[in-house]
């Protein structure tokens, strides 16, 4: 299931799901926008778990569950905690991120 949040209620998504997966962006990352197709094709691959993209510019409060220092920068959570995160433009990379959780 993949979302872009529209509100700053990441911290919200994170503690009402076991496993999340997030991709941080932001409307000028090229290589976000390079990224959205594979992560939203991944989403398609496992319907139960939240797949969610957050403008890590628009939202301050959902940026600080991750140390989001590069875009773009993936992260994963399970129960409620940050498991793993990496920043990367290669498909092999996140799939390796999500297989971790999923």
């Known amino acids: 299931m993949f979302t872009e949040i529209e ?3 990441l911290a919200d998504v994170v503690a009402n799901n076991d496993t999340v997966v997030v991709q941080y962006s ?5 290589n976000c926008r390079i990224m959205k197709p594979k992560f939203k ?3 398609s691959q496992n319907d139960n778990v939240p797949f969610v993209m957050v403008d890590a510019e628009q939202f301050p409060e959902s940026r600080k569950l991750a140390k989001v220092d590069n875009l773009p920068t ?3 959570f399970k129960k409620g905690v940050l498991v793993n ?6 498909l092999e990379v996140l799939t390796e991120l999500v297989n971790e959780v999923v």
């Not at 932001?26 to 090229?30: I, T």
């Not at 995160?85 to 290669?90: A, P, V």
């Open 26 to 30: 932001a409307s000028w990352c090229g």
């Open 85 to 90: 995160q990496t920043q990367t433009n290669k």
């Open 7 to 9: 509100q700053d209620n």
């Open 74 to 76: 993936f992260a994963t």
């Open 41 to 43: 094709m991944l989403a």
